[in-house]
């Protein structure tokens, strides 16, 4: 499972934060959060955690983003 980079990145806009906005509300550096964004890398349990309370996301969003085989940088199942 990857993480839906797309999905993750219009919530965040829709929330009108910046990746500045959204690390430092969740605790790690900014260049970590790009990192993770572009590279489709998997964010710790904590992080998504908090990434989910900062986004007040639903339990069907969450999954959707976090667990997510649409991403397209996903590899092939």
């Known amino acids: 499972m990857?993480?839906?980079t797309s999905?993750?990145?219009k919530r965040i806009a829709d929330k009108g934060l910046s990746i500045?906005?959204?690390s430092g509300k969740i605790g790690i550096?900014?260049?970590t959060?790009?990192?993770k964004l572009e590279a489709g890398e998997k964010f710790s349990i904590?992080?998504?955690h908090r990434i989910v309370a900062v986004l007040g996301l639903s339990d069907?969003?969450?999954m959707h983003i976090f667990l997510s085989?649409?991403?397209h940088k996903c590899e092939s199942a």
């Open 2 to 4: 990857c993480v839906d």
């Open 7 to 9: 999905a993750l990145r």
């Open 20 to 22: 500045a906005d959204i």
């Open 29 to 31: 550096d900014q260049s």
């Open 33 to 35: 959060f790009y990192r």
């Open 46 to 48: 904590g992080e998504a």
């Open 60 to 62: 069907k969003d969450a």
């Open 69 to 71: 085989r649409n991403s």
